[in-house]
């Protein structure tokens, strides 16, 4: 298995079943589907899976018209080749049949992160790659990659994948990425206190980016810090997990994320702030 960065936290087994993917002997390309909601660490897991494995990694920009997007994907692999010849591609077909000849000689994973706002663009992608991945075409035996399309919105990614689909029953793996669960979040944010660890929990949930970006590591050590880190860090409008809540409930991933419809209920929040946060001065100016 290929060592995982020291700076990854768990995802132990997201990684093997990626090494494993990866490094798969199939003499032919073969594709993957990764999906989970946004910033639970799908595009870390990638991009530390080329850099340790010298693979290409492709993000698409959202918004982008096909050709815009084509000549960006150019940009990269010429960075990637350091081909001294521009990468001009017409279609689709020529990009993707670029991409399986990166790997000829060894199995190298060739990512194409953000692939929603790619197909959004260009709905004849999923197709594209079906014809490309062909089972007896010369390209793709002659091809060793491991292609892994990304996304955070798990309902396309999925539906890339069902019923009539194109691209239906040619993924050799189909990695879904999670938030951590109460167990693994304590034990990523350090919290050794259980009920603080739960406090915690209750407010963030399993998502690791918000320790890295919004919060920048910062957690109540002790129970008695935690009102005031719930003030100063998730209350104060300045601090962008202030709206994170609206923001999520917007986004299509998260909606799509619980399978199981809740009854809508009407509920009176009988909650008041506790007397240090009502006390607080600190952002109330
Ligand atoms: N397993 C992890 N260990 C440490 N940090 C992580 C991990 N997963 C995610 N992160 C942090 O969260 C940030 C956002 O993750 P990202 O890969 O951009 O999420 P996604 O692609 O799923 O939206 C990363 O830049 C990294 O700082
Ligand atoms: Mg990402």
Redesign the pocket.
């Known amino acids: 298995m290929i060592d995982k960065p020291s ?5 132990d087994g ?1 990684w093997a079943q990626l090494s494993r993917f990866v490094t798969s002997t199939f003499e032919r390309a073969t594709l993957g589907v990764v999906s ?12 530390a899976m080329c850099e340790a494995t010298g693979g290409f990694y492709f993000g698409a920009s959202e918004v982008v018209p096909k050709p815009e997007a084509l000549r960006q994907l150019g940009d990269a692999l010429r960075e990637f080749t350091g081909s001294p010849a521009a990468y001009r591609f017409q279609d689709w077909g020529q990009a993707i049949d670029t991409l399986l000849a990166l790997a000829t000689d060894r199995p190298i994973p060739v990512v194409l ?1 953000e692939f929603p706002y790619l197909a959004r663009e260009s709905k004849e992608l999923p197709s594209v790659i079906q014809n490309a991945l062909a089972p007896r075409r010369t390209q793709r035996l002659a091809s060793r990659a491991r292609l892994l399309l ?1 996304g ?1 919105s798990i309902s396309f990614m999925s539906e890339l994948l069902a019923g009539q689909a194109p691209l239906r029953g040619r993924a050799g793996l189909e990695l879904i ?1 999670a938030t ?1 669960d109460f167990r693994v979040a304590a034990e ?1 944010w350090g919290l050794r206190d259980r009920r603080l660890a739960a406090l915690v929990y209750f407010v963030l949930g399993g ?7 919004q919060l920048d590591g910062e957690t109540p050590q002790r129970v008695e810090e935690f009102d005031d880190w719930v003030i100063g860090h998730v209350l104060n409008p300045a601090n962008p997990l202030f709206r994170e809540v609206r923001m999520l409930l917007a986004e299509r991933s998260f909606q799509t994320s619980f399978t199981t419809p809740r009854p809508a209920r009407a509920t009176r929040s009988t909650w008041r702030p506790s007397a240090p946060m009502a006390n607080s001065s600190r952002w109330a100016r």
Do not use: H, I, N, W
């Open positions: 700076d990854m936290f768990d995802r997201e989970g909601r946004r910033r639970q660490g799908k595009t870390f897991l990638l991009q992160d990304c955070s990425v951590f990523y998502t690791p980016a918000y320790r890295a970006e």
